[in-house]
Nanobody, 123 residues
Framework: QVQLVESGGGLVQAGGSLRLSCAFSGRTSGSYAMGWFRQAPGKEREFVGAVRWMFGNTWYADSVKGRFTISRDGAKNTLYLQMNLLKPEDTAVYYC????????????????WGQGTQVTVSS
């Protein structure tokens, strides 16, 4: 089992920044991919970005490319999502996920999920 705990959400004005953290524990693997997803009210959960933990290669949704950056700290067992130039349409609950993933952008590919952290961007 793997436990994931997100933190860092909050209320920010448009154009501002937030950094989300995802602390994980349990039986993880260097072969895992770890991803960030978000879900706004009435919408499906959507892919934000992901990283292959061992090699560090990253993927991003087009809607956040150039504004969001994923990083990882192996010593702290923590995944980060730096979010800059935030827009009201970025408002959602943000989830961290992990697992042996084939489809890096597909929520169904991930085995483990955190509880989510709310990000609200005001205009």
């Amino acid at each position: 089992q793997v436990q994931l705990v997100e933190s860092g959400g909050g209320l920010v004005q448009a154009g501002g920044s937030l950094r989300l953290s995802c602390a994980f524990s349990g039986r993880t693997s260097g072969s895992y991919a770890m991803g960030w997803f978000r879900q706004a009210p009435g919408k499906e959960r959507e892919f934000v970005g992901a990283v292959r933990w061992m090699f560090g290669n990253t993927w991003y949704a087009d809607s956040v490319k150039g504004r969001f950056t994923i990083s990882r700290d192996g010593a702290k067992n923590t995944l980060y999502l730096q979010m800059n130039l935030l827009k009201p349409e970025d408002t959602a609950v943000y989830y961290c996920a992990a697992g042996f993933v084939d489809g890096i952008t597909l929520p169904t590919s991930y085995n483990y999920w955190g509880q989510g952290t709310q990000v609200t961007v005001s205009s």
